[in-house]
């Protein structure tokens, strides 16, 4: 199966004799149920590609889809609802609500969804165990050290069960022991949860956990390399 996929995606910035192609061409597949890393130097289009699957940037021509549909057609309401239903986002910089504790960050993304409260209450406390932070539940971010705060957003993007979680450099402002621990913490939530990872990164520890490899030059994809082996591919 197929998680999200670019045909011949394409986004330039600016007009003229000064537009830049922060993405040329690029077409691609995320398998679906695995750890995927998009890797290339600084400015070479990684976030943009993650945003065009997120659905926070159109491609100026080509084609984007996440679960077999084309984000382009949808637009407003319809395109934020599809979001919230199926992609989960991790950032760099962890981005959550300071003024929310550690469990409100992860509630927040359900209640823009319909369902119980009780059963959220369940879930929202089970995938905060999981991911190693349960004690930490009524505390602010900042309260947390930065590798508390990555666990929580992680949770925060798990908690919608979505068919794709992006991450962009989610180890960047972490020390390389913290950045290790987290990434073994996407890879184990990744399995458990049947769902899709697709990560930017340069590190080398990133790289080397990651089922496929998506090399990025110039805003050029140069290489697909599926490390490990999948019955969908052969
Ligand atoms: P990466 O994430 O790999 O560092 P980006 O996707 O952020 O790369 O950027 C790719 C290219 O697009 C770079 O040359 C960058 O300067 C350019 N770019 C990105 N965003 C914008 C923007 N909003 N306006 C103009 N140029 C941009
Ligand atoms: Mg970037």
Redesign the pocket.
């Known amino acids: 199966m197929i998680a999200a996929s670019l045909k011949n995606a394409t986004r330039t910035?600016?007009a003229g004799a000064t537009a830049?192609s922060?993405?040329h061409e690029a077409s691609v597949d995320i398998v679906a149920n695995r750890f995927t890393v998009l890797r290339?130097?600084?400015?070479?289009?990684?976030?943009?590609?993650l945003n065009l699957f997120g659905g926070i940037d159109r491609a100026t021509s080509g084609k984007v889809a996440v679960a077999g549909q084309e984000l382009e057609t949808l637009r407003g309401r319809a395109l934020s609802d599809f979001r919230a239903r199926h992609i989960g986002f991790v950032f760099q910089s962890f981005n959550l609500i300071p003024v929310l504790s550690a469990y409100e960050n992860v509630e927040y993304p359900l209640t823009l969804l319909a369902g119980s409260k009780a059963k959220r209450r369940d879930e929202i406390l089970a995938l905060l165990d999981a991911v190693g932070v349960a004690r930490h539940a009524r505390r602010l971010p900042g309260e947390l050290s930065g590798g508390q705060q990555q666990r929580v957003a992680i949770a925060r993007a798990l908690i919608t069960r979505p068919v794709l979680v992006l991450a962009?450099e989610p180890t960047a402002n972490l020390d390389s022991e913290t950045g290790a621990q987290i990434i073994g913490l996407m890879r184990r939530m990744q399995r458990e949860r049947a769902t899709s990872f697709v990560f930017?990164s340069h590190d080398p520890q990133l790289v080397a956990s990651a089922d496929d490899v998506v090399d990025?030059r110039d805003?050029r994809i140069v290489s697909v390399k599926r490390v490990a082996p999948s019955e969908v591919l052969q």
Not at 40 to 49: A, E, F, V
Request: glycine share 26%.
């Open positions: 910035y600016g830049v922060a993405l290339g130097p600084s400015g070479s289009g990684k976030t943009t590609m962009d930017s990025i805003g």
